[in-house]
């Protein structure tokens, strides 16, 4: 068989993919519409932040097991398996925008592709999607869907040590080429239909954000009746049928998966007239959680206009500079709607379109240098390190409103600050005494 791949859209999934097959041993050619972005990969440059990525990029650059083209017939070349990661972004309606998709598989009609290829969609998609594509790509190539779970941030290491391998088919024959891409990994491997892929995608993403409205939701319930909701949650998780996964409380999910694919979700499940009670909760609660700090700045502040606010985080997570639908972008619009300045540091991120009367700081203290108060909207583990004192000395007010519970309160509280948390009680007979393992 031949050992030649082809990856179609070469954003953050795609990238991974072509790096992470490489790895596997297959030799991988990758194809965009984004010439620059082709460029840049054929000299070694990723396009974005991700850990560990640059030297296997450069290793199998040199090796000639990765090359970029930007031509698709040249892409598709001798490749049996093409798999597509191109984006599929929310329409206004909720509904995923599929034209990126549409648009390369319209492409592929008009290149030759090897006999018996295989066209493996990896891009997130509506139930039915790609038996709409199997359709159309009938008698040129067989249609597998193929979920990807990976997360940026660790986008290469979980391409590499999936939970599970899933492939949606009607093809024994095409379920089990694409399988074998996957050969070497230990991992499960559930070959079912395209339809039940496609829903074990939306839905494993739709769980994991009801898990975090529904800590988002308890925390502000611990907030109202005196209780903490790090141990309310802990001790909830340790149940292992629940498990502490995603029970964080915060200021929501941002970032260009969740949000997108719990609407998609939602609106499928309203098409069909059904199943969407929960979905829409998930959505709603998600939508007033990143008000509840403005909210807080606010009041302890008593007002936004004219105040100076500091915000350690821009990126939707730590890991990555990925600041697409990112909830901190959402609070800084936010803040300027109330009148207050907002002084940006972020550890990945070097400029973004902020809005009005908000700029970016080239440090996490000059951000916060004579600002009324620190807003921290995205968990950079180094923000831990900063001393409070030193925050306590260039801070005017001395509030700290911490979106996602990273810092700890007893530290600020002994340096003078005033903290707040998301249902964080500052009361120590509210906490737990000690806790094992
Ligand atoms: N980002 C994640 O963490 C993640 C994780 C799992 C699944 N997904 C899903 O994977 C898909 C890709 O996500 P992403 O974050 O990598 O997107 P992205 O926007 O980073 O990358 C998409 C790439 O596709 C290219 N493209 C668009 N139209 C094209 C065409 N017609 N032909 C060739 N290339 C084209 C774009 O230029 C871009 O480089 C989405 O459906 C997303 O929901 C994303």
Redesign the pocket.
Known sequence: MSKKICI?????????SAIGLAELGWSVTG????GE?IAGLRAGIT??REAGIDEPLHRHLASGALSFVTD?AAAVRGARIVI??????SSADGS?DLS??N??V??LLHVPLAPAAIVAV????PVGTSDDLAARLAGRARVVYA??????GS?LRDFLHPDRIVVGTDSIGAATAYAALFEALDAPVLMTSRRNAELI?GVSNAFLALKISFANEIANLCDEVGADSGDVLRGVGYDRRIGGAFLAPGIGFG???FE??VKSLRHVAEGAGTGYELLRAVLRVNDAQPLRVVAALERELGGLKGRTIAVWGLAFKAGTD?V?DSLALRVLEELSRRGARAVAYDPAVRSAALPQGCRIAASALEATNRADALLLLTEWPSFREIDPAALAASLRRGLVVDGRNLLDPERFAAAGLRYRGIGRSLDPAARSLAVAG
Do not use: Q
């Not at 597509?84 to 972004?89: A, D, I, M, Q």
């Not at 979920?147 to 940026?152: A, S």
């Open positions: 179609v859209g070469t954003g953050y999934v795609g990238m991974a194809y965009d519409i984004m972005r396009p974005y698709l597509l990661t191109v984006g599929t972004p995923a990126a998709l648009a390369a319209e492409a990896r891009s997130t998609v979920p990807e779970f990976l997360r940026e986008a995608k970032g260009p998966c997108k694919d990925d697409r």
